[in-house]
């Protein structure tokens, strides 16, 4: 009979293992987060010392996720999970590899900010950077929250976002281009800014990954690769 | 479980419902309200070989199946789960009228096999169950040869005219339960001398040499050991493109191992049935999931 | 904690053991009481019967003369019948003795041989050649010269309180020196029916009676018993009938046998007409005692058959019929013939219910089919016992030896019947 602790397992010390890498999950999502706004704040304020921060601590990111793919790994020989616990356990090994990949991006952002502040300021497109990192970091942060409450709602803005920010990607790369084509003498720094606004580009890519996911955590169907239209439909059960 | 239990089981379980609307299985998608005697998912299915309708099954005054409706498609490996006393078991014996040997069982609805109804009072048992076959939890292989024991079957119903044609009918039987090759120097030793696992084998034997279009298993698995387990799960794989299977078990990895579709019984009720693939990854019915997570309890 | 928990224990644990030793050491004592009570019964049974086993004969030579024996035309069947046998001995032992004169004296010489042995010259001249000539024989002594040569007369004790004078002594002393006189594997006591002379008496009737009447308690309660019991079982409705039955055959196996003798005498006799004595009407009323132990033991067979069994048979499409007779009965059998035998052995032993139909007749002649009167072990061995003469008693507990050999037999069978057909599941 289900009973007010149906939500848990019979076994508790299956419920502390999925718990535990859970945490372990939103722990790494945390610090990437920080990662990735302190990578952008690197670049705006020309901050070697904090873009330096940044690649170092991209190693912990990495140990993480070997740390977490080693739970849920256990958890897939040990107790054969099915259905939610299944779909669970699969979402944050995909959702690891999201977050280490933005870890990655991250850095790159950082040692482009290095190299900046070593060869001086870009001339322009740190509006973009500002705007467009704001939005991904917003997205980050809002795929995360959407993991945590598993709300499939919120997933699903994340990924209409993700639209807008490939557009904005797209309209800052063509500015950037017209700017290098009017000063040769810039184009390695600006090509520097444009790799950061690429690296951008990927998180938002990623965050919505984990969007994805969400839903497929949630409602079971994988919505990857099917459009927003009918990502929408899953997520309102049409 | 009576009709009186399952009352007095679902008003707490609304009440509590009431109570606390959102829990945080609703909001991951399953219907949390959903009422259990509904059957989630489809019953009906293409190229059906038996068609149940409404069963109910009582034992004396005690209700065990509630107005089960289900179809099973010919040459599939249908699997039915559910806790213990979820009525599978019974249900899966009113498919070959196994329960008419227990005293005050009665079975009401409507059961076919080919359109033709399994308890029309003129019909006769004997061709049915030799039409639909069953193999039992435990391994019970007569105190005879092991010859004798897949004979058995086809001399009772004079499947064979001479004696060359009995000796195939056990070769090929043999042959198919993949017993043939430990078994065919020594034919002459009892049954009851293999391992646990041949033994089954050899009940699985002893039920195809008579043909039958169905086999019904009864938790076939549940007294071997792994390695039997996986051997009798290999050989449902193989029976399953000549004959239709339906299998109680109560191992989910087996059900999810060896089937096409699984039903899962909850007190009597028929809670949800459809593909095995689908019931294992996302299951509808909150029920369903939280037995195959292991959350029930 | 846990130190103290193993304190506690420790303190506990002599007891414990006390308490173990005390159980085992009753057991122990309860089954030694048990196997000296039986030790006791075959030792006394065994003292006193071993002697029954042997008998002490007399050799004499005979002179079949015609003469003596009266008989004036050999073809005269009659005059074969009525000849005077005794008259051949009495010659013969006054030839042996001559000193033996007074009519006194020689009423006491005739008595050292069996009154009865002219029946063995009887049978000796069965061979009708032999009349005229002479022959060696050994024939039986009478039971108080078996007596003294048992050593069971005091020969210290004044003659007046002595079964057998001084002459007698002496006469018989004269034959044992002379070789004449030994003990000698008692034929008669296994080949003669009853007989008022103790050295004449033989368990051959009462066995072959006993015989008789199992056969026919065997054929019927066997295959009634086991038909019932499979209907029971197998075949009856579950309902307040069968219940009723099922009780009362529980009830009819407390029943105190000798309910079923009245029975068999107002029905079989009285009613039925059925002649007195025979092992035909002891047979049915044995059946009738019988017959709840072999239902109730056959439905315990039955019942121990695993039900998987049968399930496995109808789920191939068996018949009922087809079940019951091609797995469940061939499982259940042995433990049917257990309970069979059993019972039979039950019958063996059963005296009361034989009385009240008259199988406790004097009878003399030993039965040759189910219709002869006859009596039967248990009930030749009341009969004996209830003689005065040393040599009785001793019979009757050799008929008592007779009579356990055959139960421990027929129990060793059913044992080693469920030994052998014991199956494993």
């Given amino acids: ?238 | 479980m009576t009709t009186m239990t399952v009352d007095s089981n679902t008003s707490p379980q609304s009440s509590q419902e009431a109570t606390q609307p959102v829990a945080d299985i609703s909001s991951n998608g399953l219907d949390s309200s959903r009422d259990y005697r509904q059957t989630v998912g489809k019953i009906e299915v293409a190229n059906t070989k038996m068609s149940m309708r409404d069963v109910n099954v009582s034992y004396g005054d005690k209700q065990a199946v509630f107005g089960v409706d289900l179809d099973i498609a010919k040459n599939e490996v249908i699997a039915m789960i559910g806790p213990s006393g979820c009525g599978k078991s019974t249900f899966l014996r009113c498919m070959n009228r196994m329960n008419d040997t227990i005293e005050g069982c009665v079975v009401s609805g409507s059961l076919k096999l080919d359109d033709q109804d399994i308890y029309d009072p003129k019909l006769d048992v004997v061709p049915l169950r030799a039409r639909v076959g069953m193999v039992f939890q435990k391994p019970n292989p007569f105190p005879k040869s092991i010859y004798d024991n897949v004979a058995y079957g086809p001399q009772i119903h004079g499947l064979a005219n001479s004696k060359v044609e009995l000796d195939e009918i056990v070769e090929n039987s043999l042959r198919k339960a993949g017993l043939w090759n430990e078994a065919k120097d020594r034919l002459d030793q009892p049954g009851t001398g293999l391992s646990g696992g041949q033994q089954q084998r050899l009940c699985i034997a002893r039920t195809i040499a008579v043909s039958p279009e169905v086999i019904l298993m009864d938790e076939p698995c549940s007294a071997l050991d792994p390695i039997a387990t996986a051997r009798i799960e290999e050989l449902i794989d193989e029976l399953s493109a000549n004959f239709t299977i339906a299998i109680v078990t109560h191992s989910m990895q087996q059900a999810a191992r060896v089937s096409h579709r699984t039903a899962y019984f909850h007190l009597g009720y028929l809670v949800e049935i459809g593909d095995t693939d689908d019931i294992f990854t996302n299951p509808k019915h909150r029920l369903t999931e939280d037995y195959i997570t292991g959350r029930f309890g | ?425």
Avoid at chain 3, 36 to 64: E, H, K, N, P, R
Wanted: net charge neutral; hydrophobic share 45%.
């Fill in chain 1, 1 to 238: 009979m289900p009973t007010k602790k149906s939500s848990q397992h019979i076994s508790q010390r299956y419920d502390d293992e999925l718990a535990a890498v859970k945490s372990q999950l939103f722990e790494m999502g945390g610090i990437v987060e920080k990662q990735v706004t302190d990578a952008i704040k690197a670049l705006l304020e020309v901050d070697s010392e904090l873009a330096k921060r940044v690649v170092i601590d991209d190693n912990r990111i990495n140990d993480m996720e070997v740390a977490v793919d080693e739970d849920c790994g256990l958890i897939l020989a040990r107790r054969q999970p099915a259905a939610r616990d299944l779909r669970l356990v699969l979402t944050i090994i995909k959702t690891t590899t999201d977050l280490e990949r933005i870890g990655d991006e991250a850095r790159k952002m950082a040692k482009q900010a290095i190299t900046l502040a070593e060869e001086g300021k870009a001339p322009r497109g740190y509006v973009e950077i500002r705007h467009i990192g704001e939005n991904v970091a917003n997205m980050l942060s809002q795929s995360l929250d959407c993991f945590v409450r598993q709300d499939v709602e919120l997933a699903l803005k994340v990924a209409q976002e993700d639209k807008a920010v490939d557009l904005e990607y797209a309209s800052a790369i063509r500015e950037m281009m017209t700017y290098m084509m009017e000063d040769p003498r810039s184009i390695s720094r600006v090509m520097s800014i444009m790799w950061s606004l690429r690296a951008l580009e990927r998180i938002g890519d990623h965050a919505r990954n984990i969007a994805e996911h969400v839903i497929y955590l949630v409602k079971g169907d994988d919505v990857r690769h099917v459009g927003l239209k009918q990502m929408a439909k899953t997520v309102h059960d049409e």
């Fill in chain 3, 1 to 425: 904690m846990s130190r103290s928990t193993i304190d506690i224990v420790n303190r506990n644990l002599a007891k414990r053991y006390a308490k173990e030793k005390r159980f085992r050491l009753f057991g122990l004592v309860s089954i030694l009481a048990g196997l000296a009570a039986l030790c006791f019964l075959m030792v006394t049974i065994v003292s006193t019967g071993w002697g029954a086993f042997t008998q002490s004969y007399i050799q004499l030579t005979l002179d079949l003369d015609p003469e003596v024996l009266s008989i004036s035309d050999p073809q005269d069947d009659d005059q074969w019948s009525y000849a005077n046998y005794t008259g051949v001995i009495k010659k013969s032992l006054r030839e042996r003795f001559p000193d033996v004169t007074s009519r006194r004296d020689k009423k006491r010489l005739y008595r050292i041989v069996s009154p009865g042995a002219g029946y063995q010259v009887n049978q000796l001249m069965q061979d009708r050649s032999l009349l005229g000539q002479t022959v060696t024989v050994w024939l039986p002594a009478d039971d108080d010269v078996d007596s003294v040569i048992k050593g069971h007369i005091d020969r210290s004790l004044p003659e007046n309180e002595r079964r057998v004078s001084d002459k007698k002594l002496s006469l018989i002393d004269e034959l044992v020196n002379s070789g004449q006189l030994k003990r000698k594997f008692n034929n008669i006591f296994f080949t003669a029916g009853d007989s008022s002379e103790p050295e004449q008496a033989g368990i051959k009737g009462a066995m072959l009676g006993s015989f008789f009447t199992l056969i026919v308690a065997l054929l019927l309660s066997f295959p009634i018993g086991v038909a019932a019991a499979i209907y029971l079982e197998e075949f009856a409705p579950k309902n307040a009938w069968t219940d009723f039955i099922e009780v009362n055959i529980n009830n009819l196996a407390a029943v105190p046998s000798i309910v079923f003798g009245l029975l068999g005498l107002a029905v079989f006799l009285n009613w039925f007409g059925l002649p007195r004595s025979v092992p035909l009407v002891g047979g049915i009323v044995l059946t009738l005692m019988t017959l709840p132990t072999i239902i109730i033991s056959s439905r315990v067979a039955l019942k121990s058959v695993p039900p998987s069994i049968r399930e496995a048979a109808l789920g191939l499409g068996a018949s009922k019929m087809q079940t019951i007779f091609d797995h469940v009965l061939p499982l259940a059998l042995p433990g049917m013939l257990t309970g069979g035998i059993i019972g039979m052995a039950q019958a063996l032993g059963e005296t009361a219910p034989l009385l009240m139909i008259g199988m406790v007749a004097f009878i003399v002649d030993i039965p040759g089919s189910f219709t002869d009167p006859a009596t039967v072990l248990p009930v030749q061995i009341f009969l004996w016992s209830d003689s005065p003469e040393r040599a009785f008693v001793e019979r009757t507990s050799g008929a008592i030896m007779v009579l356990l050999m055959f139960l421990i037999l027929m129990n060793s069978i059913a044992v080693l019947l469920r030994k052998r057909f014991e199956r494993r599941w």
